[in-house]
């Protein structure tokens, strides 16, 4: 293996340097723009004295700081167009359903024809719940339960009470009663939180065939692993209860 | 505005300039990266950093205005030329008609002043 000599060294710690300050761009476009610079170097120091420190130094010098050609790629991609229909689709996707279950339809067509949101965000929409916070009254309904008391009423007295039996949710203790109450309601404005949340902060980029690049990622490299967070929870919440009412 | 803000206003001007400076350098052959950076770097004031033109080559790509093949190199790996398209070549005649008359406005009034 050929050794790598003081120049080659500087161009090694300068291309890490550069690799390491676009961990915050898309990854393929990352790795092309790092492919660009090296062939740039390669191309700049055949003209060059073999074994110009100095030379060297003012080459990467002149192509500029890795920090700086970071920002610079992150403002030339092209921003994602938002359209009106992606402004209204999270909405339509909660509320849509009171309009005659109409509106949660033209959300669902707007959330799978639109480029904004990946797969996952896509399945969420339309899973929880179909119909959104409509679906969630149609689910009070369908689970919600009865009581029912078989008893003989006479002159306005109830003399025997022969028999009351307690279906779906209000066979379960109340603080579960609760809590699935409580997701019912509070999914749907997840999701729509969640759309929103996407919309407001994602470009799309075409190349990237996992969907939404983030903006300003280096802070929403945390925000990422918290909604991750919020998903499992979630998800755990639903499973449960899913599980709960079906028993 | 203030006076301290020519050098942001510099840096967006020629960020915006470079662009149509870069299909103008298409019309005459197709270009590899590092040609065209040296021809630009060669123009005083207009390149800060080399390093720079490369995510323009990549946005004048992603709108159509220029394409590019990769073509054997005698010296070293396969190189990526660009090549300006039809499209590029509209909005490079339709930039240097309103430049001019832009150029013309500004100079114009700058010379009144001075």
């Known amino acids: 293996m050929k050794e790598l000599t003081t120049s080659d060294r500087i161009v090694e710690e300068y291309l890490d340097n ?4 676009l961990r915050s761009v898309n990854p393929s476009r990352a790795k092309e723009f790092v492919a660009e610079i090296k062939q740039h170097i390669a191309d700049a120091r055949a003209n060059l004295v073999p074994g110009d420190e ?4 003012n080459l990467l010098e002149r192509i500029g700081s890795p920090i700086a ?6 403002e030339t991609e092209t921003p994602r167009t938002v359209g009106g229909m992606d402004r209204a689709t999270p909405w339509l996707i909660a509320f849509g359903g009171f309009a005659f279950g109409f509106g949660w339809f033209v959300g669902l067509y707007g959330l799978w024809t639109s480029k904004t949101w990946h797969i996952w965000d896509k399945l969420l929409g339309t899973i929880i719940w179909p119909g959104g916070l409509l679906g969630t009254f149609y689910l009070f309904v369908a689970f919600a339960g009865s009581e029912n008391c078989h008893g003989v009423s006479r002159l306005g007295q109830v003399v025997a009470a022969l ?13 579960f009663q609760f809590l699935t109450g409580f997701v019912m309601v509070a999914a749907p404005i997840f999701t729509m939180f969640r759309l929103n949340e996407v919309l407001a902060r994602g470009y799309v980029d075409e190349s990237n065939r996992r969907g939404i690049r983030l903006v300003k990622s280096r802070r929403s490299a945390r925000t990422r692993t918290s909604t991750h967070v919020v998903w499992i929870i979630l998800a755990l919440m639903v499973l449960f209860f899913y599980i709960f009412v079906a028993a | 505005m203030v006076v301290g803000g020519t050098d942001k206003l510099l840096a967006q001007m020629r960020r915006g300039a470079i662009e149509y400076c870069v299909l103008a350098l298409l019309m005459s052959k197709d270009r590899y990266g590092f040609e065209i950076t040296r021809e630009l770097s060669a123009a005083n004031e207009l390149v800060t950093s080399e390093g720079t033109v490369y995510p323009l080559l990549t946005r004048l790509r992603n709108d159509g205005l220029v394409d590019t093949y990769w073509q054997e190199s005698t010296e070293g790996p396969p190189r990526r030329y660009y090549r300006i398209t039809p499209s590029g070549k509209r909005a490079l005649k339709s930039f240097i008609d309103q430049w001019a008359r832009f150029r013309d406005s500004v100079d114009t009034i700058l010379s009144k002043e001075r």
């Open chain 1, 69 to 74: 050609l970071a920002n610079e790629l992150e």
């Open chain 1, 54 to 57: 100095v030379a060297i130094r």
């Open chain 1, 163 to 175: 028999s009351c039996s307690s279906q779906g949710l209000l066979v379960l203790p109340r603080a």
């Open chain 1, 18 to 21: 550069l690799r390491d300050a």
